[in-house]
């Protein structure tokens, strides 16, 4: 981190009255994103969050044009919000308006991206069930705050703590960027030939009527980071409020399957054909008013375009930014993949997968 940075930080907490806090880093994850928890002298810890502006490619304008978003990188691509503060205000300011659980905002300098904010612990849903907890309240309320989310249409323009967002639909474009960086990435991961121009071709034939339903299913606010790592067990509280939520700054407006995949395909742990089974019982039970067997196929269709878009990242972070810890999570993502590819609708993409990549390279 640079002094000039550092300096900006503290003038930054001075100014807010913190400046007497002590800072205590916290475990980054792969983003670009820094944490402090501060300790005051009188009254609860908070988290300093640190999201410097200039080291991110721009998010999305909302009138942008495919060529334009493609011109302007990844993040204008797949509709990522760039880390911007003003993005996590306002969805947080959204969640809470649900009556659900997003840390409150104590002060902010989005400019800059700077913000303090509620600290709601560190009862993490991956560490709690590591360490032995059940499972089951977990993410029975982690379904229940779904249902919850999913009852109202969001607004075009999300509001809160005097900060405004765009929330735009999970379109073709994004959908497709997750795909494509697959096929850019899984070869350069597993050090195998590009793949052909007829395997490409007849990718991008097999997935776009998929894309379509994630397209004219776009209904509802998708947190979009939904698992085990970004949700906080919150005992204390009633109801939905229980769930806690982080890292939803790159909200869309999508089909309700998308953070049903996030959560139960989850890259970094462990979650069983019989938990999922039990998460999309309740979760459908909730929802008499979608028709249950297109749910279920657009889950599948949408979870395995998901399971390969996370292969991308897990594999760029080995193959592109040498963090060869990411290795350990692809192996699971397969098997996510090969859970949701057993949905017959989808034999066609699950004999290009068995064709063009082999069982070797996958564990």
Known sequence: MSSERENL??????????????????AGD?????????????GPSLIFMDQPPSVETQPCPPRATEAERIALGYNARARLAAGRVDAFIACAGYLRDQGLS??????????????VLEDLGDDLYASLILGGADETPLYDGAIDALVQL????????????????PLLGYDDLALRTGGEMFLEWWPKYTGAPAFSGEAVAEWEALWAPIRARGVSGASVFCHRDYHAENLIWLPNRAGVARVG??????????HPAWDLSML?????????????AACMARYLAARPDIEHAQFLADYHGLGALNC?????????????????????????????LDSCLADPSLAGIKAWFDRETTREARA
């Open 9 to 26: 930080k503290a003038a930054f907490l001075a100014d807010v009255g913190f400046g007497d806090a002590r800072r205590e880093p916290l």
């Open 30 to 42: 792969a983003s670009t994103r820094l944490y402090e928890r501060l300790h005051r002298p009188d």
């Open 102 to 115: 997003a840390p409150r905002i104590i002060a902010a300098d989005a400019p800059e991206g700077l913000c």
């Open 150 to 165: 999913h009852q109202t249409r969001p607004p075009d323009i999300l509001t809160g703590g005097g900060m405004h967002w």
């Open 245 to 254: 939520m982080l890292d939803f700054q790159d909200a869309l407006r999508a």
């Open 264 to 276: 139960l395909h989850d890259g970094r742990r462990d979650v069983s054909a019989e938990r999922e």
């Open 308 to 336: 390969a878009r996370i292969l991308f990242i897990f594999g760029r972070q080995v193959a592109g930014f040498g963090r060869p810890k990411y290795a350990a999570f692809v192996p699971r993502m397969w098997r996510y």
